[in-house]
């Protein structure tokens, strides 16, 4: 039997559960979800032992404490050294052994939005439609579909391989407030203007307040269409860059809708999506074009990587 080995103390602004996704299930409607950084949540869940698409605690703008009730291994990964343990500062990408009593606190960073704190053993809530990723908007998933609050007590499954106390330092994120966002074009490129696509392609946008989990709005250099910004409603794919009526970019992200009507200029590269989902208001940011050879290539290169990495503690990619 499973035992709670943390209690929430406070939440924050927004604390949920987050594994890789719940995949299989856009064609009926049902957004994919998932940690917003999914590399911070495969290094986490390699770093304590656990399967790369184990769940974890995904920690938005800081604001966190947590008392644990037992002998836990964890780590804490992200942008910026923002955990204390006790009130001393800990290091993030590291795994780390908490006692019964210790206190857990991750503060707001100045260098990203997001920390994901991975427990061993991982974080024991019901499957629902494969994945235990909370859908806010659906109130389902995670722990009552709901963000964690005071009071709320997390339980843990066991540990399924060993503890790697390396930091994979290759393999973290450039996370920076200047991003430059490698994109595939399309599929609706073509309803851009040629004016529309240089200013995409060379112009430099800021990110702005309108940010959450399904997608962040930019603002900048505007994007011309030649009839218009409307399309018969397709699917979306994580990274989708829409431009509406008002030509200022969109990036699409976890939570994003399963469909939608703009065009869409372009798709952000998996191994770029990190990037964005860490980017504070202001963040600089400026778009590349790859082709799809080349964005396979980056995937494989960083897919390998993190697999490599993840053997490590004796486990299978599932």
Known sequence: MNTAILEIIHGGPLATIQDRGRLGYQHMGVPVSGAMDPCALTIGNSLVGNPPHEACIEITLGGFEGVFLGNMAFCVTGPGESAKLNGEPIPSWS???AVHGDRLTVERSCKGVRDYL????????PLVLGSKSTYLRGRFGGFGG??????DRIFTGKRKGKLIRNHPWNLIPAYSQHLILRFVPGPQ?????DEG???????TY???DRMDRMGCALKGPRITHRTGPDIISDGIALGAVQVPGNGQPMILLADRPTTGGYVKAGTVVSADIPLIAQALPEAEVRFSPVNLIKAREIYI??????????????????
């Open 197 to 203: 696509v240089h200013a995409f392609t060379t112009g």
């Open 118 to 125: 991975c427990l061993a053993g991982g974080v024991d809530v």
């Open 206 to 208: 800021r990110l702005t």
């Open 189 to 193: 490129d073509e309803e851009l203007s």
């Open 301 to 318: 290169k960083k897919e390998y990587g993190l697999r490599r990495y993840a053997a490590q503690t004796g486990l299978r990619w599932e």
């Open 146 to 151: 709901r963000a964690l609050r005071s009071g």
């Open 95 to 97: 795994a780390l052994q």
